[in-house]
């Protein structure tokens, strides 16, 4: 049995996935405008962690982690520059090569480290009008809402 904390109840509660032999799992994976060091890698750790336990028990899990190479601010309120302008700057490079230098730097320390490669490995760039698509399905349902300075999650609901 699989037990993990609840935040939103929190209770330990036993792990009941959707469909009983196949998990679907995401990470939140690297903004690629520099190298990622042990303390960014604790958060893949875990999840491999996480995706060979559910593997040894004989789940089928089909994990996602996606690289952000655009639009991380360098402040975690949303405001500030580009990290990876930040970093093109540094590099005297195109965001577009910061972005490919990292994601393969981030790639080749994962393996160092003997990290699970993802199924899925999406870039943030190839799905921007989906996820612009997905903010106003948020907002549509009342689930997110606008201010002056942004789109935020309706926490109260």
């Not at 943030?124 to 989906?130: G, V």
Request: hydrophobic share 35%.
């Amino acid at each position: 049995m699989l037990r993990f904390y609840n935040t939103a109840t929190k209770n330990v509660e036993e792990f009941v996935p959707l469909n009983p032999k196949r998990v679907l799992m995401y990470c939140c994976g690297p903004t690629v405008y520099d190298f990622a060091h042990i303390g960014n890698f604790r958060t893949y750790m875990m999840s491999d962690v996480l995706l060979r336990t559910l593997r040894y028990m004989g789940f089928t899990v089909s994990y996602a982690s996606n690289i952000t190479d655009v639009g991380h601010m360098t402040s975690n309120e949303d405001w500030g520059e580009d990290k990876m302008e930040k970093g093109a700057k540094r590099e005297g490079k195109t965001a577009w090569d910061i972005a490919k230098f990292y994601t393969d730097a981030f790639i080749t320390d994962s393996k160092k480290l003997n990290l699970s490669p993802p199924d899925f490995r999406p870039h943030a760039t190839a799905f921007i009008q989906e996820q612009i698509a997905m903010v106003q399905t948020l907002m549509d349902k009342g689930y997110a809402y606008t201010t002056d300075d942004g789109i935020y999650f309706e926490t109260g609901r």
